[in-house]
């Protein structure tokens, strides 16, 4: 057993795995340390992978040659692509998974990954290379006493920072129920000098589905049913399917996808009755009796926030979500409650098709440590001590997708200054998770920091359809994406960039016929022949129905790889629908990216440009800005503090 390593990573949630497995597989011995090697990336909250603005960050982690796209596809029972009614900027993929196989799959990741040992104990201190001054990082203890040293270590502790449980009055400590929490780190790196929070969150109940009453909910089936996307008319009036399956999933590697048994998921609301039993409570509320001090989600409010903030409000949607295949169990995704568990099952069995429910364990409240995160660079390194990397829930977050996305870059950016390498920084325009480190090492949190598309000005390039595309030239070159992954990605861009420009220079022409058809498809006909592509521009058309309406079109399609047809024309057909606007907001990503390369010297003394406003000067010392581009982002910097700061540089 050797007891010196390249890299440490603490604590094995969805940021320790991804971190853990990057960093061995671009070449750094790393050991993994976790309290309890059988809940490896436990999802400690709804059994869900994906969703608004969350899918895009998993397309952007599997891209980049990461593992949790893969692993959510082999264990996804329901899959449903989001927003399929707006524009393809916010389509957001969301799977639902099967709890304990997602655990069993990563545990099997990380016990055949080369470079990576595994050890479980729990870390109570930190070792430096001068534990009165503190600088760099040399390696850990555990709690059974073991020394393990190392050059980087990355801490990804998730909620379990001085976690502490609430069940109403009952206060339990831990970072996850029936687990222990995590005690001294915290304390330790205030000493050295870290601004330490609390941060709150919580989850629902979890009760048995033998117990519901599904005759009186609603059923939501995923797009998991088997049928064609694209079908076409040939010269034999014989339909041409193009796929046998909805081909939507996380990962873009071939061959992978989902392969368990669909199971639906049900939608109850609550009710006049539920919500008079909850307010009448809430003084044994820790959120509303003064027992939680801490901030909790804002988009994840739990029920009875929901009641006093809507209160006129009669009802809330509640979605009963399964837990594996062959399980039992249910998680009630709308009601998080640290109430009395007494109060939360009186209030569930007002909903008629919980009237009989029966609990497997009540939901609680957690409140928990977490790090400011203006206190890091880009690479999410600290700046107080090198070596130092915090990824995750410890950095004001909450999701596992916005975990894992922290965790990818530290473990990859570990390994890369072990071997000299430049730091990866991904760019507000490359990709959400490039959005999401920004926010938070330029702008902090103030409430757990949740991802949506709203956040990035650039969404229109940030699309889930073309992550590959951006970001795989970017794993393979740094050696995490396999020569497998790229050349499928090479595959797919020369069969989309054909295809479109196939149908620039294909020209339909007009007649009686066609014009009858696009009549009856509800757009204008056709005054003089046009080009394919500008025909596909028209919002009542895409190649779905245009097919059958132009027979070359159709052996044009059928001429691409069978296995990756359907995603190879989705991805041309919105290249070619929105190429106005994602040219337009290219050039404006060019326009701003040009600050970005104006670099700010490290030890420049901003007190003393007092030119600036007083808010600058405090907010650019506190954060030391690396670039003008993550200067103009920090709240409270004016345009006019930047031109100032431009001029001063001679810029």
Known sequence: MRFDYDIIVIGAGHAGCEAAVAAARLGAETLLITSDLNRVAQMSCNPAVGGIAKGQIVREIDALGGQM?????????????????????VWSPRVQSDREKFISEWRHVLETTPGLSLFQDMVVDFEFDDNDRPTQIAGVTTALGFHFSAKKVILTAGTFLNGLMHFGATKVAGGRIAEPASKGLSDRLRRIGFEVLRMKTGTPARIDGRSIDFSLAERQDGDDKVEAILTADSAMEARVELTERDFHKFSFMPGVGRTLSPRSCYIVHTNPNAHKILHDNLEFSPLYNGQIKSIGPRYCPSIETKIVTFADKESHQLFLEPEGENSSEYYINGFSSSLPWDVQLKSLQQIPALRDVHFYRPGYAIEYDYFD?????????????????????????????????????????????????????LGRDEAYIGVLIDDLVTKGVDEPYRMFTSRAEYRILLRQDDADMRLTPIGYHIGLATVERHEAMLSKREQRDALIEWCSSFTVKMGEKINAELVALGTSPLTSSVRLSDLLKRPQLNFDNLIPLVERLRKRIMGIDASRRAEIVEAAEILIKYDGYINRERELAEKSKRLEYVKLPEALDYNSMTALSTEARQKLTAIRPATIGQASRIPGVSPSDINILLVLLHR
């Open 69 to 89: 796209g893969i692993i959510a596809d082999k264990t996804a029972i329901q899959f449903r692509m989001l927003n399929r009614s707006k524009g393809p900027a």
């Open 373 to 425: 995160p203006t206190q890091l660079t880009h690479d999410l390194q600290t700046k107080l001590i090198s070596g130092l990397y915090f990824a995750g829930q410890v950095n004001g977050t909450t999701g596992y997708e916005e975990a894992a996305a922290q965790g990818l870059i530290a473990g990859i950016n570990a390994a890369r200054s072990i071997k000299g390498e430049e730091s990866l920084v």
